[in-house]
């Protein structure tokens, strides 16, 4: 390809923001001509890839937005200091996640240091995994932040309109 084309495309793929379009498309062209594949054969290699980066960045957003605490996995709690957690039903709910389609609550209940974080963690960052939108927060931050929203009248998230708010 000449040399005003590669700029012509590279500028059009940053216009498209097709990132990883940009900078794989030398390495899987190299790949496919080696390999005699065809022009859409090429195409579906980049698209794959670029559709497998934007789902990982996607994922790492979620994760960033859900403002844990500190990261942590199912693979990592120790059920063994625990025996009083119910291991078949935690694992159930991060294999399924069928309780996110059912929007049903999971209450995690005990006393300090029994890994209700860990596993509250465990299951939201499960669920950013599966495209699910997740917001970590402790129950003392939400009573305070509806204590708040009292004093102030008002509700994060509410609009206020001529008729009052609506949430």
Known sequence: MSEPSTLLLEHHLKVLKLPTFL???????????????????????????????????????RIRDARFPVLKTLESFDFAAQPSINQALVRELVAHGEYLVRKENVLLVGN????????????????????????????????????????SRALAGCKSNSNGSTC
């Open 23 to 61: 900078r794989d498309y030398k390495a899987v062209a190299a790949v496919c001509a080696q390999e005699r594949d065809d022009y859409p054969a090429f195409l579906l290699r980049l698209a794959e890839r670029e559709l497998i980066d934007r789902e990982q960045r996607a994922a790492e957003r």
């Open 112 to 151: 300090p240091g029994t890994g209700k974080t860990h596993l509250a963690t465990a299951l939201g960052f499960v669920a950013c995994g599966q495209g699910k939108k997740v917001r970590f927060a402790t129950t003392t931050a939400l009573v305070t932040e509806l204590l708040e929203a009292r004093e």
